[in-house]
């Protein structure tokens, strides 16, 4: 399969050792409503209502939305983060403690049932003045949602459109998505949406883990995808190197979601910028035998097999013996090994060199190729 042209994954002490840490990024983009239901590109929640504005990108901590729904129940969601990954009762249990130290008037109150951990009062304010309070809490990683419905009077019917606002909060599978991107600003002091969180975090999703200790059920392709092409988009802050690496990334993130036509692309705009950059060299020329999978994926098989040429004709002896042996084995290529040019290829690139004189004709114990292999 394809080959790594760097170990990938990176440190976040030294990306954090980079720069001082700057202001993080609040940047902000609508959502479009469909059938009056709002979709959050990065956290997979939806939420029915008017005019919703959400962050792309794990939101700091604070207000997020502040709206009705259609039935005019006031609705409020704040981001809240606790040091460590608490449950939602805790979130719960702390904010209740607060609301009770600050004497906030709760009739009534009972727990909801529906998704998260939901809880609901009645608040008096004096001269007969009273409003539903509805609470649910979501936990998404190391951050909380707390939507909050609120609504004048405090009759049946207001308690049951209050408990439906409440369940317009759909969040969808808490599957970690988050997580790394979180863990990364935490370690490095820089935006949620800075390029130095979203590259190593893409990596750490491709990869199905963060370190030794938080792991995911699989990889996360596309949304490896997602935040690589925002990094390839504004890479502010990488290197060209980084930014090498992130296309690969990209292209890799692509072809494992067999979008083939947009792994070529990738992979072309990587070769044509190693190139440009003069780092084709010192990349080993990994970007070019990536071209060549992504073109043998595609059914390109001309331009595979010219690809294929080109990488093994600048390579090292060295080099060239290695990924010879990776070809042969390469699942991405199984297409062009039952090609007559396969066989051209392998004779012409892979006879060993002739033994130097003096050396006694005994070829040197082969080592791994350092930084690839099969993915």
């Not at 883990?209 to 092409?229: C, H, M, Q, V």
Request: aromatic fraction near 10%.
């Amino acid at each position: 399969m394809r080959v790594w042209s760097w170990l990938l994954i990176l440190s976040c002490t030294a990306l954090a050792q980079e720069e001082a840490p700057q202001p993080k990024s609040t940047s902000r983009a609508e959502v479009t409503l469909q059938d009056g239901v709002a979709t959050h590109a990065f956290w997979d929640f939806r939420f029915r209502a008017d005019g919703l504005v959400l962050d792309t990108l794990p939101p700091p901590p604070g207000r997020v939305f502040s709206g009705r729904d259609g039935q005019g129940v006031r609705i409020r969601i704040d981001v809240i983060e606790s040091a460590k990954h608490a449950a939602e009762e805790s979130y719960a249990a702390a904010d209740l403690d607060r609301w009770r130290a600050e004497k906030r008037s709760m009739e009534d109150s009972k727990e909801l049932e529906g998704p998260g951990y939901q809880f609901a009062f009645v608040e008096r304010a004096g001269k007969g003045h009273s409003r539903i309070q509805g609470y649910a809490w979501h936990r998404r990683g190391a951050q909380c949602f707390r939507v909050h419905a609120g609504l004048e009077g405090a009759d049946g019917a207001g308690h049951e459109r209050v408990r439906r606002a409440l369940a317009g909060f759909e969040p969808g599978e808490d599957n970690g998505r988050c997580m790394f991107v979180l863990q990364m600003a935490r370690a490095t002091g820089f935006g949620y949406d800075d390029p130095r969180n979203l590259f190593p975090a893409a990596q750490a999703y491709f990869a199905g883990s963060f370190g030794a200790y938080i792991k995911l059920d699989g990889k996360l392709p596309a949304l490896t995808e997602k935040l690589a092409l925002r990094v390839v988009q504004d890479p502010k802050g990488l290197d060209d190197k980084r930014q090498l690496q992130v296309r690969e990334l990209l292209g890799y993130a692509q072809l494992e979601q067999n979008k083939i036509d947009a792994g070529i692309a990738t992979f072309e705009q990587a070769v044509k910028f190693a190139g440009d950059q003069g780092m084709l060299e010192k990349s080993r020329h990994s970007p070019v035998y990536n071209l060549a999978c992504a073109y043998a994926r595609g059914k390109r098989t001309n331009d595979a097999f010219a690809t294929l040429e080109r990488f093994f004709s600048a390579v090292t002896e060295k080099r060239r013996s290695e990924m010879i042996a990776h070809a042969k084995q390469d699942s991405d290529l199984e297409g062009l090994r039952e090609k007559p040019e396969w066989e051209e290829l392998i004779n012409k690139y892979g006879k060993p060199p002739p033994p130097k004189e003096g050396d006694g004709g005994e070829a040197a114990e082969e080592k791994p190729p350092e930084g690839h292999g099969e993915e």
